[in-house]
């Protein structure tokens, strides 16, 4: 019966923190399309990060290291007139940074284009 | 009102200077219609008799006037209504019987102009235009900048009252200029401030001639306010027009372009307004065949076909680079050096410059640089290129353009899986707003009168030079809603479907030009890019802001256009033209589209407010 009960235990306990990612994510993806909005990313990458002004940034979004390098650095020799600006902490915090990369990463691929007949050849 | 001394009136002793009252006049109208038969066919009269005499039995200059903008072919007369050029309006609306010139009313002079440079876009020559030479030509003057920018033929005639001893008021000092066109003299090709008649008549057709040579543009006559009412001597007369011959490349430069072109391992053509006209389109056709080279059209015109196989090419790669009336092409040539590729330029740009404006841009270090137009130097060097080919290279040339043809149709394929994404978002993706548009477009004979969004450019089907032309030409906001009316209005004869995807920004600049075209019912369908701010700026904000490691969160207060969004169907149907939107849901876009193309089949204009991505 000890045995039953911790074994009923450790499944609620697995269940709740499985919860309590999905919980998590669900949250992290909202604040990181909420970031991308406030910060303006949208205004060349796309609402969607379908791309635009700047390139596209959804689906198979850079893992998290490398995604982070890029928003920090920008494009080596950026301006105000081109190129894509270097976002400090201050503007875009660390944790928000991993949000937005979560909201793109959880944005689905477009159907092919074959299956779109607008776009038949 | 200020009155008007009447034509019977004649000005006191010491006062008058042009003495346009000396004889009778009774003969002279018909005295004017028998020279007016003895002059070119391209300038056949075709004035009628008036209707009225003036009651001091002479004939009004302002119809004289008139008559010389008959034989300029003058299809249209597109102005904001002032007093200074009233005699000539009067003339238009009474004597022409408003046919030939028509008027055409605009709401603002930078409407008036940007108009007149998208018709002048379709048809290939101008179309009078008609301002108050200081309060209107200084509404005026960006689409005047836009046009000298583009190349575009523009004719204005700016009222204005020359003596003062004529300024009847305040009002008249306030609308009077001692050099009214020294406000334009930095962007137009030519500008007269004629004294007399004869002068007037001389310096109109001279105005003509010269905007319409290559490097063409626009070009400003004042009219005298006083003038427009005097009496029509009876000696005036229309000098005939003759329009010169474009400046061709000379021989020698011919044979040196083609033998560079004949050996070169990997030529590419770049062209920016290199076709005038349609049959220039034909002849970049022919060129590139004949070379089996790519071309990359910078799209200030239809220069190429979009789904030619040679349409695209690498310039990076390119041994030899043919830049044809090329725009920006410092850097093409500074990264020709570095890998020891030559580059020619044909441009007529260098016949004709003002040096206070920057749109000559930066000193290009080209190989070979050969002031003439561009469209009438193809056809010799067509000719000597194919004249040095031999059947190796021949061979070696067809080689070359399956290879450029098979990189182009990867490219289209690419642009094809770009479209895709996004394509269910809202707001609406500008790839998807456009493949919508293509769908119901392609079976019509259409004409794409804006070039704001690449898309059509990438995916669309151009093959015929009227279906674009190209953009504002100094970038300057406020062109493409006018412009794109203008275009349409050329277009209405033709039969062909408008089309235009409008900026907000844009739209809100000069919204009177949705009002023109309900009342003119200008066939035309706009579809709004409704991005609700002015993105290109917010671009450069967050560039700048960053750049100090400042915030962002204040962008929409400088650079929004929503909060409130302005509801573009109401504005449109506010003015007469039927709408429908906003639209944010992609799948409603077809219907719309569909709704909208029936009513401008039926010749009316029609909007679709579309809320789009930002680019």
Not at chain 2, 459 to 466: A, E, G, I, P, R
Request: with cysteine; aromatic share 6%.
């Amino acid at each position: 019966m000890k045995q039953l009960l911790a074994a009923s235990a450790l499944l609620s306990l697995a269940l709740g923190t499985a919860a309590q990612s999905a919980r998590t994510d669900r949250a992290a993806i909202a604040n990181g399309e909420s970031a991308f909005m406030r910060v303006g990313c949208f205004t060349c990458h796309g609402t969607v990060g379908h791309g635009g002004a700047a390139p596209r940034l959804a689906p198979n979004t850079l893992p998290l290291p490398g995604f982070t390098t890029w928003v920090r650095n920008g494009t080596p020799g950026w301006t105000p007139a081109s190129g894509m600006p270097a976002f400090p902490v201050s503007v875009l915090s660390d944790a928000d940074l991993a949000d937005v990369r979560a909201y793109l990463a959880s944005l689905p691929a477009p159907p092919p284009v074959a299956e779109i007949p607008l776009l038949a050849p | 009102m200020i009155g008007y001394r009447h034509m019977d009136e004649p000005k006191k002793p010491g006062v008058d200077r042009r003495s346009f009252l000396t004889g009778a006049a009774t003969g002279a109208a018909a005295a004017l219609i028998a020279q007016q038969t003895s002059i070119a066919a391209a300038q056949t009269a075709t004035t009628a008799e008036p209707d009225v005499q003036a009651s001091g039995g002479g004939r009004p200059a302002s119809d004289f006037m008139v008559d010389i903008f008959k034989s300029l072919d003058m299809e249209y007369m597109f102005s904001m209504c002032a007093s200074s050029f009233m005699g000539i309006h009067e003339s238009v609306l009474n004597y022409a019987g408003n046919k030939s010139p028509q008027s055409i009313t605009c709401t603002h002079e930078e409407i008036s102009v940007a108009m007149a440079n998208g018709y002048a876009k379709i048809e290939g020559k101008p179309v009078l235009v008609c301002a108050h030479a200081t309060v209107g030509a200084q509404h005026a003057t960006m689409a005047l900048y836009d046009a000298w920018a583009d190349r575009v033929p523009i004719y204005l005639v700016l009222g204005n009252t020359n003596d003062a001893v004529d300024r009847q008021g305040e009002v008249f000092w306030l609308h009077s200029a001692q050099d009214p066109c020294a406000l334009v003299r930095d962007f137009t090709k030519w500008d007269d401030n004629p004294a007399s008649l004869t002068h007037f008549a001389e310096s109109a057709v001279r105005a003509y001639k010269i905007a319409m040579t290559p490097p063409m543009g626009p070009v400003a006559i004042v009219v005298d306010e006083e003038m427009q009412h005097e009496v029509t001597p009876s000696d005036a007369r229309i000098p005939t027009l003759n329009v010169p011959t474009p400046p061709a490349a000379d021989s020698g430069a011919v044979k040196e372009i083609a033998k560079l072109l004949v050996a070169a391992e990997n030529p590419v053509i770049l062209a920016s307004r290199a076709a005038r006209t349609p049959a220039g389109l034909a002849l970049m056709v022919e060129l590139a065949e004949t070379l089996q080279a790519g071309v990359v059209d910078s799209r200030r015109r239809l220069n190429f076909p979009t789904r030619h196989p040679l349409n695209g090419g690498s310039l990076g790669q390119a041994d030899v680079v043919l830049a044809l009336e090329g725009g920006d092409i410092a850097n093409v040539a500074r990264q020709a050096r570095q890998r020891n590729a030559k580059v020619i330029s044909i441009t007529a740009q260098h016949l004709f410059q003002r040096s206070n404006y920057q749109d000559f841009q930066r000193y290009a270090e080209v190989d070979m640089s050969i002031a003439a137009d561009a469209e009438a130097s193809l056809p010799a060097l067509i000719e000597e290129i194919r004249r040095l080919t031999t059947d190796s290279q021949r061979e070696a040339f067809r080689q070359r353009g399956a290879r450029v043809a098979e990189a182009n149709k990867r490219a289209l394929e690419q642009a094809r899986v770009d479209a895709s994404h996004g394509w269910d978002a809202s707001p609406v993706s500008t790839a998807r707003l456009s493949m919508e548009l293509w769908a119901q477009l392609k079976n019509e004979d259409w004409s794409y009168v804006t070039g704001w969004v690449n898309w059509p450019l990438r995916l669309w089907d151009f093959t015929q030079y009227h279906q674009f032309i190209g953009r504002a030409g100094a970038e300057g906001v406020g062109y493409h809603a006018p412009a794109s009316v203008g275009a349409a209005l050329a277009n209405k004869k033709h039969g062909r479907i408008s089309v235009s995807i409008q900026p907000d920004g844009d739209l809100m600049v000069a919204p009177g030009a949705l009002w023109t075209a309900a009342k003119y019912q200008v066939p035309i369908l706009i579809v709004m890019q409704n991005n609700r701010a002015y993105h290109q700026e917010v671009m450069w904000f967050q560039r700048a802001a960053l750049m100090r490691k400042r915030s962002l969160e204040r962008t929409q207060d400088g650079f929004g256009l929503g909060d409130p969004n302005i509801d573009f169907a109401k504005l449109a149907a506010s003015m007469g033209v039927g709408s429908s939107g906003p639209i944010s849901d992609p799948n409603e876009l077809s219907a719309a589209i569909r709704r909208g193309i029936d009513v401008v089949k039926r010749g009316e204009p029609y909007l679709i407010d579309v809320v789009t991505q930002p680019r």
